[in-house]
């Protein structure tokens, strides 16, 4: 079993290593905003984006969070699949969900992505496309592209639901659904996620790229909310993940971001 333990600096690194995959890095570079990282037979680059940058030290805020990132193999070889995925987020950010439409995982399982725009579309949260590739015995592996949504999904034992939808051809169109378990956490940390990655084309499938822009805000009994909000009272962000993948990988270790204090 690998361990990681390091350091890598923007919360898009870590949303995407969250669903994409991971082995003992070696080699971590950042350049024009785009943050690459080797990963032993892997190289991952990813870029995030927090709008607006400059927040209030001690109000929250609305934000938006813009991210991409991929994943691929050195040598050509499969990237492994994600399993789970345990997520603490800094105190500093909020989720809020009041008077949002959810959206329950039967609703858009084995759907197109219309049907689920039409069963769950006052619940989205996020939009964009993600990728995957899938090696199937003894044949090369192939890549898809589909449209990635994101919806909010119900409250279930007291923890706040996120769904992530994903519909690649594989090689049939398929539609996966993503489970994120949101519950209140302690100390210096605001949240702690939990996913569960549902298997790819029975297990020989895995998710090696996506770009979403995630953020909502809407009006509930008078008031304005937001999906996002921030305060910024020193600069940064510190966020821990630890995931475990398919090949027995697990990553473990302290994601810091930055932010602007607004004057």
């Not at 927090?50 to 193999?73: E, K, N, Q």
């Not at 070889?77 to 809020?96: E, G, K, N």
């Not at 993503?178 to 210096?188: C, E, N, P």
């Amino acid at each position: 079993m690998n361990r990681l333990r390091r350091p890598v600096r923007t919360l898009a690194v870590l949303a995407m290593l969250a669903v994409l995959g991971g082995a003992m890095a070696s080699r971590i570079l950042a350049a024009n905003g785009e943050t690459t990282i080797r990963l032993g037979n892997l190289v991952v680059r990813a870029r995030g984006i927090i709008t607006p940058r400059a927040l209030p030290s001690d109000t929250m805020a609305p934000i938006t969070l813009h991210a991409s990132g991929s994943v691929a193999t050195v040598d050509g070889s499969h990237v492994p699949p994600a399993r789970t995925v345990h997520l603490q987020v800094d105190r500093h950010f909020r989720i809020d969900t009041t008077g949002l439409p959810s959206c329950r995982p039967q609703e858009i399982e084995a759907s197109t992505p219309s049907q689920a725009m039409r069963a769950c579309g006052a619940a989205l949260i996020g939009k964009g496309v993600a990728g995957a590739e899938v090696e199937f015995p003894e044949s090369a592996p192939f890549n898809a592209r589909g449209p990635l949504l994101g919806f909010n999904g119900p409250v279930a034992a007291g923890r706040m639901e996120m769904l992530y939808y994903v519909y690649v051809s594989v090689p049939a169109p398929t539609a996966l659904v993503v489970v994120a378990k949101v519950a209140k956490d302690s100390g210096r940390y605001g949240y702690r996620i939990t996913l569960k990655v549902p298997e790819l084309a029975g297990g020989s499938g895995s998710l090696t790229g996506f770009e979403i822009k995630i953020g909502r805000e809407w009006t509930h009994d008078g008031q304005r909310h937001s999906l996002l909000s921030a305060d910024c009272p020193n600069g940064r962000f510190v966020n821990q993940l630890e995931a475990e993948f398919g090949d027995g990988t697990v990553l473990s270790g302290a994601f810091p971001d930055s932010c602007q204090t607004r004057r």
